[in-house]
């Protein structure tokens, strides 16, 4: 007999089927024992009945402890108050790996333990639910692009420039050339393919060596950077609206049953529709003034400031056009007010913070030069970027989608370390 999976157990009701995984959970009254058997694809219970069983498969049922991999024979039953409408009147078992004293038990554990158990924590249900929303957001973000005409570009992550501060680079030796530094964005090389395909977009892992042992910083995480020719600050803004709608629909027309796992509030996500509120940087430090914040106009807003101007709000809020010497040199020169730059953070509502950093590119020569000068960058490294502006120069924008914060803010997370399989913090790089 070949395996069955969980996932297909509705259309054998009344088959004979051989079932493999791990046991969630198993209690015996003694004359009958349910053993609910996880697969990867879903859950099942298997029910085993003393007087209709073999002694040996009775007694196998010793070692059916919570995690311990296993074989499972027995007929599919409907059965209406199963989650999944079917049930297995087990006939067979076979013990395949024994649980060994599983570390993690249903019991209340401490997040440092979990996290060093990281490898078996996984196993989970609300880890489960939470991989596959995150799978379903990886996934909704290439549907989304390619939808609207995107092309992916894949950009280095050993690179030899500084792509947003100089405080935050992981260093390696890199042959005779040096130093190169792990890629904190793919921007810059996005801007380039921008020039070759007109929209690009990159994905991958970027790293950070933030000091901040926050609920919102990792040291390595994923971003998708949408890069676009001809597209202007105005409209970068509409672009990442209708992106974050349509991740946010996905997951909710896919993953409801996951949501569901996670106990989120999904009503907080059905309202989530373009337009999202605007608000100028200028007007954001008034607001908080006068509501008591201590924030001067120049300084990038904190976390607790960010709560401020989200809260009472559904959707998110865009904040646009902040002063020059709290973002990154890249960033174009408001031409109405050349303190600022034309640049935009998406604050998730519900508290969830910054989860799109964007801009409109600084395209003029010169006006980029005296930026890197001024942060004092190493002009050596930019001269190819510069060559952008040398060679038919164009109006181009883009941004960052930071993938963990927008799974933790869809999944209704405390904190992100959940949202990736092996997160790697200041003070984490095992398991
Ligand atoms: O605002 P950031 O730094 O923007 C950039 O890197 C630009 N180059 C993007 C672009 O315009 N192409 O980062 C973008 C997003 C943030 O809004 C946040 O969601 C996420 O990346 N992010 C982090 N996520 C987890 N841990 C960290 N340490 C993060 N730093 C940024
Ligand atoms: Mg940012």
């Known amino acids: 007999m070949s395996y069955t999976t969980v996932d297909e157990l ?43 069983v073999s002694e040996e498969t009775w007694e196998g049922l010793a070692g059916a402890e919570h995690e311990a991999s296993v074989v499972v024979e027995g007929q599919v039953r409907a059965d209406e108050r199963a989650p999944s409408g079917v049930e297995l009147t087990a006939t067979g078992f076979g013990l395949l790996g024994p649980a060994g004293d599983f570390p993690i038990q249903p019991k209340e554990h401490g997040v440092d333990f979990l996290l060093e158990k990281r490898h078996l924590w996984l196993r989970s249900a609300r880890q489960i639910a939470i991989m596959q929303i995150r799978d379903e957001i990886m996934r909704a973000i290439q549907d989304f692009l390619h939808h609207e005409g995107f092309t992916r570009v894949d950009t280095p992550i050993l690179t030899g420039a500084i792509g947003e501060s100089a405080g935050t680079l992981f260093e390696t030796e890199y042959f005779d050339l040096g130093t190169a530094y792990l890629a904190q964005t793919g921007q810059l090389y996005v801007e380039a393919a921008a020039a ?16 901040s042992k926050t609920r919102r910083h990792l040291t390595e995480f994923w971003m998708v950077e949408p890069e676009a020719a001809w597209l202007d600050s105005d ?67 904190g976390a607790t400031d960010e709560a401020r101007l989200v809260e009472g709000r559904e959707k998110p809020l865009f904040v646009y056009d902040y002063p020059k010497g709290a973002k990154a040199f890249y960033m174009k020169e408001n031409p109405e007010d050349p303190r600022t730059v034309k640049c935009n953070d998406m604050l998730a509502p519900e508290g969830y913070g910054e989860v799109i950093g964007g801009s409109q590119r600084e395209d003029d020569y010169d006006r980029l030069l005296e930026r890197i000068r001024e942060e004092g960058l190493p002009e050596s490294s930019y001269d190819w970027y510069l060559d952008l502006r040398r060679h038919g120069t164009f109006t181009h924008s883009g941004f960052g989608l930071g993938v963990e914060r927008t799974v933790t803010w869809i999944c209704g997370l405390d904190h992100l370390r959940e949202t990736i399989a092996f997160p790697r913090m200041m003070t984490r790089i095992t398991p």
Do not use: H
């Open 10 to 52: 509705p259309s054998k009701v009344g088959e004979e089927v051989r079932l493999r995984g791990w046991v969630r959970r198993f209690r015996s009254s003694g004359k009958i024992s349910f053993l609910v058997l996880r697969d990867g694809t879903g859950e099942v219970q298997c029910v085993f009945v003393k007087n209709e």
């Open 196 to 211: 070759a395909l007109g929209k690009v977009y990159c994905f991958g892992p970027t790293f950070r060596a933030e000091k």
């Open 235 to 301: 409209a970068n803004m509409e672009l990442q609206e209708r992106f974050v709608t349509w991740i946010i629909k996905r997951v909710l027309f896919n993953k409801r049953e996951q949501l569901d796992v996670l106990e989120r509030d999904v009503s907080k996500l059905e309202a989530i529709e373009p337009p999202f509120d605007r608000m100028s940087y200028s007007e954001a430090v008034e607001l908080l003034t006068a509501n008591g914040s201590d924030v001067e106009w120049g300084s990038d807003l």
